[in-house]
T-cell receptor, first 111, second 116 residues
């Protein structure tokens, strides 16, 4: 069964600190992996897209890594800001655009 | 605003009533998707269109659900005889093919449905 699992389920950090979110997947065949940010009550917004040949991609303070051999990905957030408080969803695609979503990590950044 | 828009943003209805949601995609996007998201979960795929053709439907899309995209522009999602289990956020997305051949999906703000 195609599944995407994320950890931790929730995370609280202080403003300015770094954090890393994890994603494990069992989707096959694998096409690409995406990280989305979803603010409460809003639709998800894409942060990064990586294909199997890419093992890291950055978008500002967000850096995603991918290990296609172990089927793991991480999202590292540097120097967190209050506006980073959101859910971060790992999404894996078995084709060019059919997406399988994880349940997300709820991040709260406190001053 | 040239993003994906959805209407209404919130809908409260009584069990057994029919509801219809609208999605207006980004104008040059030919693919349009519907997802359902319940609290604490990631979005689940319901169906998608390429232009006016509905190409795939999830098992989640029971016979009470129907989606249309006349003329390949806006789309509607109708739920007949709503049940309390239909309470969720209904998200619409439209997509554009990137240079890599991947489709970047842009999501709307969603319609929050509450069935009482």
């Amino acid at each position: 069964k195609n599944q995407v699992e994320q950890s931790p389920q929730s995370l609280i950090i202080l403003e300015g600190k770094n954090c890393t979110l994890q994603c494990n997947y069992t989707v096959s065949p694998f096409s690409n992996l995406r990280w989305y940010k979803q603010d409460t009550g809003r639709g998800p917004v894409s942060l990064t897209i990586m294909t199997f040949s890419e093992n890291t991609k950055s978008n500002g303070r967000y850096t995603a890594t991918l290990d296609a051999d172990t089927k793991q990905s991480s999202l590292h957030i540097t120097a967190s800001q209050l506006s980073d408080s959101a859910s971060y969803i790992c999404v894996v695609s078995a084709s060019t655009d059919k997406l399988i979503f994880g349940t997300g990590t709820r991040l709260q950044v406190f001053p | 605003d040239t993003g994906v828009s959805q209407d209404p943003r919130h809908k409260i209805t009584k069990r057994g009533q029919n509801v219809t949601f609208r999605c207006d995609p980004i104008s040059e996007h030919n693919r349009l998707y519907w997802y359902r998201q319940t609290l604490g979960q990631g979005p689940e795929f319901l169906t998608y269109f390429q232009n006016e053709a509905q190409l795939e439907k999830s098992r989640l899309l029971s016979d009470r659900f129907s989606a249309e995209r006349p003329k390949g522009s806006f789309s509607t999602l109708e739920i007949q005889r709503t049940e309390q289990g239909d309470s969720a956020m209904y998200l619409c997305a439209s997509s554009l093919v990137l240079r890599t051949g991947l489709y970047e999906q842009y999501f709307g703000p969603g319609t929050r449905l509450t069935v009482t």
